[in-house]
């Protein structure tokens, strides 16, 4: 079985590293300009060149999404941040538009285009029509079932490299192309500035009744009419590996880097149990699928890979069993002391897992040393400090989490 290529978002420089270190094969992540995240932290400049030369460095690949539908007076802008995009080492941009991949392929030919996801590729002629203007990769929407990217692969062979989404949040709309943000707020997300009103309790006003608002009751959590599902294709992984994908992308340049290493360490370690056996692969499942649950999520299913998704307005809001409580920065072998940047409050006696790239291992947190203050305590530190502790071999980038305080009695 050959394994796909596992694609990790980076939003910011420490995604990015929670992408590298836990296992990603290559990350996407997006300039100031011209992509589909506006909001995410993004790269700039020099920030752009550093975040390849690291990901080269770490043996992954570095994508650049450009898939904003540009007018024609920012094409020329488009040009020079792809240009830009290239000089800093970029392996490939990702791009939405028709013309602006035409105009890519004409004026800087050398540049691998990867079509978006945006572009709503759902056929085999629509494949091969992105094949033929010289695209590298087709990001299929993700309305495509697994039985239709079977067939696709079927036509296509390896003339052209395919690649789907197997995690994070989905669209309620048709390939994400949605104007209810627009029309609400004024923020399209066919520009990059989707305010997420999908998200939003909604009730409904009968035409002769002005002003009275009904509420559509769902349960005591409230109604959501078109907050669609979360996706996660974890169970279906070995269907996808053996339907000859090329790369599986999981959702996320607005996540934190605690989502992002949660999610990378889950699919990573199926991806290299797949590599071994399918038997490694089943016998781990339940507990791969109960690590996903540690990071922020909603409620999730297939999507439309085994049929139609379920309903829209179950998506309630985020679960989370675990909350990040400190990074390691460094360890020190001699001395079995690790330097911690705190993120989150605990406190000596607390039980947490270290989360490591080979797995997770319960440790109990002992009293540390606050480097600020030069004092031992068991108390709570303050987030974004550093402090000391003795934590068993571990790693920088390497990660302790504890229960959510929703999670706790």
Not at 222 to 244: H, K, N, Q, V, W
Not at 372 to 389: H, N, P, S, V, W
Request: net charge negative; glycine share 10%; hydrophobic share 40%.
């Amino acid at each position: 079985m050959r394994i796909p290529e596992l694609l990790c978002p980076a939003g910011n420089r420490d995604a990015l590293e929670a992408a590298l270190h836990f296992g990603a094969d290559a990350v996407y992540a997006g300039m100031k300009r011209f992509g589909l995240r506006a909001f995410a932290g993004n790269f700039g400049g020099e920030e752009l060149r550093e975040a390849a030369a690291r990901t080269h460095e770490k043996g992954a690949k570095f994508y650049v999404t450009m898939n904003i539908y540009p007018f024609d007076d920012e094409l020329e802008g488009f040009l020079d941040a792809a240009r830009a995009a290239k000089a800093a080492g970029a392996d490939a941009v990702i791009v939405s538009d028709p013309g602006a991949i035409s105009l890519l392929r004409r004026e800087i030919p050398e540049l691998p285009v990867h079509v978006s996801t945006q572009a709503s590729t759902v056929n085999t002629p629509a494949a091969e029509l992105y094949r033929d203007m010289g695209c590298e990769r087709v990001i299929l929407a993700r309305e495509v079932s697994l039985e239709r990217i079977r067939r696709i692969k079927e036509k296509l062979g390896d003339s052209v490299q395919l690649e789907t989404f197997v995690h994070g949040a989905s669209c309620m709309a048709y390939s994400g192309r949605c104007l209810l943000s627009a029309y609400l707020t004024g923020r399209s997300g066919n520009r990059g500035e989707c305010a997420q009103p999908c998200r939003w309790q909604y009730a409904v006003v009968e035409e002769k009744r002005p002003g009275e608002y009904m509420p559509v009751a769902e349960d005591e959590l409230g109604t959501y009419l078109f907050s669609a599902r979360d996706l996660c294709l974890m169970p279906i992984l070995p269907d996808l590996c053996e339907a000859g994908v090329s790369s599986l992308k999981i959702e996320g340049r607005m996540k934190t880097e605690y989502y992002v290493a949660v999610v990378t360490g889950a699919y990573r370690r199926a991806l290299d149990l797949l590599a071994e056996s399918r038997a490694a692969f089943d016998a781990a499942l339940p507990e791969l699928m109960d690590e996903l649950q540690n990071a922020s999520h909603r409620d999730s299913d297939t999507g439309f890979l085994l049929g139609n998704p379920q309903t829209p307005g179950e998506a309630e809001g985020f679960h989370q069993s675990r909350e990040y409580v400190a990074r390691v920065e460094d360890w020190d072998e001699g001395t079995g002391e690790a330097r911690l940047l705190l993120k989150n409050r605990f406190f000596a006696g607390d039980r947490l897992e270290l989360m490591t790239p080979e797995g997770i291992r319960p440790v109990t947190a002992l009293p540390f040393l606050r480097e600020k203050t030069g004092e031992t305590t068991d108390t709570l530190g303050i987030a974004g400090e550093t402090i000391r502790m003795k934590l068993p071999r571990c790693g920088a980038g390497d990660m302790l989490r504890g229960e959510a305080r929703n999670h706790r009695q």
